[in-house]
């Protein structure tokens, strides 16, 4: 199917061309590895998905149209057994024409191939026979309203029925359905002008009754009419529609996720057909100059990444309407919030498993000079990734700061202390402008305290007094929460969590290497990760 194909089935707006060169063949993204084959210099994938939209709208309209004259069967059928002089001829036509919609409705269901020569032909089928039925109808009618005469009975209402499916059901260009809708409407005409011409009787009652043919132009020249804009209206309306959903070169699917300045949709390359997350600025911030000017420092930082821990950044750019955007890999999993919340407290080994792979993507940002600022259980996800679970991802550095880089003053113009509440640094908390590594450390210890006990380190329910608990209080430790958490875990929380920095873990290599020496350190493994998201059934999609 070509891509004028596309377009004669309304489908203009899926059109894709190439703007780069592309293998013949490419590994596209997903659960299959399937070959990407490009036919006059247009994505087959998309072609094939059209084809199958196309397809589902006419098996639609033939199982709609059966269940239409399969009533006027069982109708007709009731007559007859009552007693009424019904033709039976009449019915026995009404019974293949039910039939032949239905076995067209079933081989048109998504098991069987279809190419766009098929579809062609199926539709012929499927609005070719109503319209073979209805002519022998209207013939046969107008010649029984002669003998014994009576007035002639408007054929018009069966026509526009079958209009209005065509124009419903069928995805087309207006011009291409302009032509379709032509026959349909011309068609009782076209049986009235015939009898009129070879049927002297019909003709003497026609031109003795003038206004049945003036009457019957009207109403089909008005149904062809609201069709024929009804096809172009919706065909607009899909296009704009279309349109709303496109960046670039991405095709939004649906929302994942949302947080303070914008939101997270799942979406797909057009040619490569690569899952993605796309983040939006929210439309009533996108004139906000402080936050852009933070939306793009996390794209930048984040692009200067590349550990396996850290989420990959694609794509950075601006949609036609203003609207920021920057494209991301696609992360199947749950934050560690969501899993902490529908599970409980994770077991030391597991926290110990997810939290050296933060680490790990934070010792790489701490070297390129940047500080997070915003460790917290939200922000880093227990992904799945080449077939391996809990796959720990750092995610978001909205609030990054690369440590030779002063801060920018509209971005703190408000006075406003950048971070998560509950797990913000005391130094943080202080509003202090030498930020370092060992602030994400002591935040870094606070996801560890939650995920050990399901609880925050402090359990103010203002923000203020959470604030100032992390400057002056002691939390609880953790065991007092949750006897099973070992002593050694235990420690090295309670040091990541010390007020002063020098008391902290200076690196995040540190606090890798203090996690490694616990006993728990290596008992969760890869399998044992692949057990657990298997018997929980868990593969939902989340960010923040």
């Known amino acids: 199917m070509t891509s004028d194909s596309a377009r004669q089935l309304g489908f203009e707006d899926y059109d894709v061309t190439i703007e780069q060169t592309l293998p013949a063949s490419a590994t596209g993204w997903g659960e299959t590895n399937a070959p990407i084959e490009l036919i006059h210099g247009k994505c087959q994938c998309l072609l094939d998905e059209i084809l199958q939209l196309a397809r589902l709208r006419l098996q639609i309209a033939s199982l709609v149209m059966a269940a239409g004259f399969g009533a006027f069967l069982i109708w007709n059928l009731i007559e007859i057994g009552l007693g009424k002089n019904n033709s039976v001829w009449l019915v026995g036509q009404l019974l293949v024409v039910t039939l032949i919609l239905a076995i067209c409705g079933w081989m048109l269901r998504r098991s069987c191939s279809i190419t766009g020569w098929k579809l062609r032909v199926k539709e012929l089928i499927v609005f070719g026979i109503p319209v073979l039925f209805l002519l022998q109808v209207q013939h046969e009618a107008m010649l029984a309203a002669i003998n014994p005469p009576r007035p002639f009975n408007t054929p018009a209402p069966p026509w526009l029925l079958l209009a209005f499916v065509y124009a419903f059901f069928i995805p087309n260009v207006w011009q291409r359905a302009a032509m379709v809708l032509s026959v349909i409407c011309v068609s009782p005409l076209l049986v009235t002008a015939f009898l009129w011409l070879t049927e002297p009787q019909v003709g003497a009652a026609l031109r003795t009754d003038i206004s049945f043919v003036i009457e019957l132009t009207l109403i089909m020249s008005i149904g062809w009419t609201i069709t024929v804009v009804g096809v172009w209206t919706i065909g607009s309306l899909r ?114 498993h997810l939290l050296r792979q933060a680490c790990d993507a934070l010792r790489e940002a701490h070297r390129a000079g940047i500080v997070h600022r915003d460790i917290k259980p939200a922000n880093i996800i227990a992904a799945e990734r080449g077939g391996v679970y809990d796959v720990a991802k750092l995610l978001d550095f909205g609030l990054a700061k690369p440590l030779d880089e002063a801060e920018d003053s509209h971005l703190t113009q408000e006075g406003a202390i950048t971070g998560s509440p509950l797990y913000m640094s005391p130094e943080q908390v202080m509003g202090e402008d030498d930020l370092d590594g060992r602030s994400d450390i002591y935040s870094m210890g606070a996801v560890a305290y939650f995920l050990l006990t399901a609880r925050p380190l402090f359990q103010e329910t203002r923000p203020m007094k959470i604030l100032m608990a992390h400057a002056n209080e002691i939390p609880l430790p953790p065991r007092e929460l949750n006897p099973d958490v070992p002593e050694d875990v235990e420690q090295v929380v309670m040091r990541c969590l010390a007020k002063r920095r020098q008391d902290r873990y200076q690196t995040a290599q540190e606090l890798i290497d203090a996690f490694s020496q616990c006993a728990d350190a290596d008992g969760w493994t890869r399998e044992a990760a692949a057990r657990w998201w298997q018997e929980q059934g868990q593969r939902s999609r989340t960010f923040v």
């Open 239 to 352: 296009r704009e529609a279309h349109k709303a959903k496109q960046f670039g070169q991405y095709q939004l699917r649906e929302r994942i996720g949302s947080g303070g300045m914008g939101e997270v949709y799942l979406a797909e390359h057009r040619f490569m057909k690569r899952p993605c997350a796309i983040k939006l600025i929210k439309p009533e911030r996108a004139g906000d100059a402080r936050v852009l000017s933070r939306f793009e420092r996390e794209v930048r930082a984040t692009a200067r990444l590349s550990h396996w821990n850290s989420i990959d950044i694609y794509d950075y750019g601006r949609a036609k309407d203003g609207t920021f955007y920057y494209v991301m890999e696609y992360l199947p999993g749950l934050n560690l919030n969501e899993l902490v919340s529908r599970f409980g407290p994770l077991p030391p080994a597991r926290t110990i």
